[in-house]
T-cell receptor, first 112, second 116 residues
Framework: NAGVTQTPKFQVLKTGQSMTLQCAQDMNHEYMSWYRQDPGMGLRLIHYSVGAGITDQGEVPNGYNVSRSTTEDFPLRLLSAAPSQTSVYFC???????????FGSGTRLTVV | AQKITQTQPGMFVQEKEAVTLDCTYDTSDPSYGLFWYKQPSSGEMIFLIYQGSYDQQNATEGRYSLNFQKARKSANLVISASQLGDSAMYFCAMREYNNAGNMLTFGGGTRLMVKP
């Protein structure tokens, strides 16, 4: 049982480049979400999904896109990377009615 | 308005002593859950303890207990018998089950440092 798997663990991008952060879970969780954590701060919600085909914006969605074509996968796309998107990104999943969130190990992204 | 407030940016505690980390929250949803997570220097998010809004008793998990005062909207984490390995960032979070997406909202965190 792998839990929540995020790839890559580290990434350096140049300003203007695009990329996709991958997130996969094998627990059949309906709910998946992406957070960013800036230095010394808590996590802020970027986008979330309550099931395949259903996504919505969180607190800081600008500059990011998501899609949920399967229950297992929830990729996060950076459309045109900016230095302000330098952060650690966490993917998390849970059952809709449950209380246990499972977090991935994070992706440390640097935009230069 | 902040949904989750942690007023202690950093705290020191002597090894083997107990420590309380403060958390207050704001919601009008009658159905919600409160969480505490630990984030060590390695960066992973470790779930510690959960309290549901309808739970009558305070949650406990080993050395962790949650002092839940519903009328005051506070959910303080108590760590008994602190250990050096408890040095980490601690985040309080809330999930509102009747709000769209019932997303998890985090506070700004408290950095706990345990002194030998």
């Amino acid at each position: 049982n792998a839990g929540v798997t995020q790839t890559p663990k580290f990434q350096v991008l140049k300003t203007g480049q695009s990329m996709t952060l991958q997130c996969a879970q094998d627990m059949n969780h309906e709910y998946m979400s992406w957070y960013r954590q800036d230095p010394g701060m808590g996590l802020r919600l970027i986008h979330y999904s309550v099931g395949a085909g259903i996504t919505d914006q969180g607190e800081v969605p600008n500059g990011y896109n998501v899609s949920r074509s399967t229950t297992e996968d929830f990729p996060l796309r950076l459309l045109s990377a900016a230095p302000s998107q330098t952060s650690v990104y966490f993917c998390a999943s849970s059952y809709l009615e449950g209380f246990g969130y499972t977090f991935g190990s994070g992706t440390r992204l640097t935009v230069v | 308005a902040q949904k989750i407030t942690q007023t202690q940016p950093g705290m020191f505690v002597q090894e083997k002593e107990a420590v309380t980390l403060d958390c207050t929250y704001d919601t009008s949803d009658p159905s919600y859950g409160l969480f505490w997570y630990k984030q060590p220097s390695s960066g992973e998010m470790i779930f510690l303890i959960y309290q549901g809004s309808y739970d009558q008793q305070n949650a406990t998990e080993g050395r962790y207990s949650l002092n839940f005062q519903k009328a005051r909207k506070s959910a303080n984490l108590v760590i008994s018998a602190s250990q050096l390995g408890d040095s980490a960032m601690y985040f309080c979070a809330m999930r509102e089950y009747n709000n769209a997406g019932n997303m998890l909202t985090f506070g700004g965190g408290t950095r706990l440092m345990v002194k030998p």
